[in-house]
């Protein structure tokens, strides 16, 4: 039984090829998502009169991106062109 610590480890060294496939997809969806909320803050920024992105800027785009993100239409070929670069990277490591 997991408890919910590391559960995406089937053991100390090895991941299964769905975990590798989760974290790619994952990865690919996060990066989309900060993406869109980094261009959501940049035009409210913009649109206050300011130069600079804050913080509180960065928190709001990422809450409405929250809610308006898998409303897009471009999501699913972003989605696609992300997961094939993900695929190009290793979750595999030597180190120790």
Do not use: P, W
């Not at 100390?12 to 690919?28: G, S, W």
């Amino acid at each position: 039984m997991k408890t919910g610590f590391d559960l995406l480890e089937k053991n100390e060294d090895e991941y299964d090829e769905h975990q590798i496939d989760f974290l790619r997809k994952t990865v690919a969806l996060m990066k989309i998502l900060t993406q869109q909320a980094m261009k959501t803050s940049e035009r409210f920024t913009k649109a206050c009169g300011r130069t600079q992105i804050t913080g509180n800027d960065m928190y709001y785009a990422l809450m409405f991106e929250a809610h308006e993100f898998f409303d897009r239409d471009e999501l699913y070929t972003r989605f696609f062109e992300e997961l094939e670069h993900e695929k190009e990277h290793t979750y595999y490591t030597d180190d120790e």
